[in-house]
Nanobody, 114 residues
Framework: QVQLVESGGGLVQPGGSLRLSCAAS??????MGWSRQAPGKEREPVAAVTSGGTTNYADSVKGRFTISRDSAKNMVYLQMNNLKPEDTAVYYC??????????WGRGTQVTVSS
């Protein structure tokens, strides 16, 4: 049974930083990543990293966010710097198994406000 547990969200001032963590269990994953959903908006992909280390980012976060994974620990991280109010959203860990299944965590709230 696949389980994803996110942590690291919270309230931060504009320009601040947060680091999100996602602990995965129950399988190994081809792709691990993060998506977010702001109030009144659709969920959107933020960043992803493959088992080979290839990364992809949404244009809106390039240069500010960094995704990384520790495959030995089955963890994925999202370092978020220079946060902006428009980054406020619920952030979801999202993983894809080698069998083609897709799994989501429950989400962690990130609020950027002064």
């Amino acid at each position: 049974q696949v389980q994803l547990v996110e942590s690291g969200g919270g309230l931060v001032q504009p320009g601040g930083s947060l680091r999100l963590s996602c602990a995965a269990s129950g399988s190994i994953f081809r792709i691990m990543g993060w998506s977010r959903q702001a109030p009144g908006k659709e969920r959107e992909p933020v960043a992803a990293v493959t088992s080979g280390g290839t990364t992809n980012y949404a244009d809106s976060v390039k240069g500010r966010f960094t995704i990384s994974r520790d495959s030995a620990k089955n963890m994925v991280y999202l370092q978020m710097n220079n946060l902006k109010p428009e980054d406020t959203a619920v952030y979801y860990c999202n993983v894809h198994s080698y069998m083609g299944s897709n799994y989501w965590g429950r989400g962690t709230q990130v609020t950027v406000s002064s």
